[in-house]
């Protein structure tokens, strides 16, 4: 059973950061994707970053790019986004979720975890 879950949420102060990690398991193929979406209240969600398991490369939102950092240590299973220069508008639940297909086909990800607070205070 593919099984993903994110933690490392939590409350933090405008210029800031957070780590949040995802540990993945229950798959075993060797070409898939993992990605980081949010979801603000009242907004439609949104892919912010992902990372293929093939080649190691990453995307990122223009919203993002240039303070979020997605990386992986395949050992843990784990997919990790750095955030920093946090700003409000980065307040949101986040996602991560695995696909099998292209990693920028964000409809493609079939498979979530439960979601974790993120909240900048100005």
């Known amino acids: 059973e593919v099984q993903l879950q994110a933690f490392g949420g939590g409350l933090v102060q405008a210029g800031g950061s957070l780590r949040l990690s995802c540990a993945a398991s229950?798959?075993?193929?060797?070409?898939?994707?993992i990605g980081w979406f949010r979801q603000a209240p009242g907004k439609e969600r949104e892919g912010v970053s992902c990372?293929?398991?093939?080649?190691?490369?990453?995307y990122y939102a223009d919203s993002v790019k240039g303070r979020f950092t997605i990386s992986s240590d395949n050992a843990k299973n784990t997919v990790y986004l750095k955030m920093n220069s946090l700003k409000p508008e980065d307040t949101a639940v986040y996602y991560c979720?695995?696909?099998?297909?292209?990693?920028?086909?964000?409809?493609?990800?079939?498979?979530w975890g439960q979601g974790t607070q993120v909240t900048v205070s100005s």
């Open positions: 229950g798959f075993t193929f060797d070409d898939y994707a």
């Open positions: 979720a695995v696909t099998f297909y292209i990693p920028t086909e964000w409809d493609t990800y079939d498979y």
């Open positions: 990372i293929s398991s093939s080649d190691g490369s990453t």
